[in-house]
């Protein structure tokens, strides 16, 4: 079973920058109808893709700091992290084969 990793600003070096495997992050926020809706894929790709990939969840209300370091200005976002740089971004609801693809081309890589 595929964890969901919760992004801290206090774990975000140990678990994103200095990660083996290319990190998926979805920043999101409860009141947020679209981060929502998007919840369920982010859980399935984390079980697709278990072992090639890490999956995190960043709560803006909870991190605002994360969300402003890394300029997230609209939720939800998904980045894709690989060795320790962000090298794709997605911004709004996203649907699952885009995320697919964005994944993809990051593993290819």
Wanted: charge should be negative.
């Amino acid at each position: 079973m595929a964890t969901i990793l919760h992004i801290t600003q206090e774990n975000f070096e140990e678990e994103v920058v200095n990660a083996s495997k290319p990190v998926l992050l979805d920043y999101w926020a409860d009141w947020c109808g679209p981060c929502r809706m998007l919840s369920p894929t982010i859980e399935e790709l984390a079980q697709e893709y278990c072992g090639k990939i890490r999956v995190g969840k960043i709560n803006i209300d909870e991190q605002p700091t994360l969300a402003l370091l890394h300029r997230v200005v609209s939720i939800p976002t998904v980045s894709i992290y690989s060795e320790g740089k962000e090298v794709k971004r997605l911004i709004g609801l996203r649907d699952k084969p885009e995320l697919v693809e964005a994944i993809q081309e990051v593993l290819k890589k």
